[in-house]
């Protein structure tokens, strides 16, 4: 048990830090592979009049974007896909809209901005999750290859 401090700060979303969810008939949807899948859990507990705390006393260890940089590229369109599940779970027609402009805007730019970085290749194969040139990084999705062919 936590105690409950006056440093205990109320949230929107969880960063993925570290979540300690009582027994309550939810988990993570197994639909995101990577990223958002914390904001999802934390959304739906909300929904269900459940409350997210930040305890400043609480120590955890998370080594942010480990996985991103060992794998740069599939990390920013496996990104992409996760926010493309969240929309179209929790989002309207308008909130699907907004997110895929603001997404295609943002690597867009990010193109133009980064025109002679190694980067180049992460904001290219993430926009073309968007425009549907990029194959899905979530190896649950993966087609199995014949063996012998």
Known sequence: ????RSSRERLGSSQKSCL???TMGLGFDE???LYCEETDFVFRLAKRGWKAYRIAEAMVTHNHGESAKQFPISSLVTMQESLWIYAKKHFGVWGRSTTII???IGLS???LLYSKSPDRKRYWAAL???LGWTPST???KQIPTKVGS
Not at 1 to 4: A, G, L, Q, V, Y
């Open 109 to 111: 730019l990010r193109l």
């Open 31 to 33: 639909t995101f592979f």
């Open 102 to 104: 603001a997404s295609m």
């Open 1 to 4: 048990m936590i105690p409950f």
């Open 128 to 130: 073309g999750v968007w």
């Open 20 to 22: 300690c969810p009582k």
């Open 138 to 140: 979530d190896p649950r």
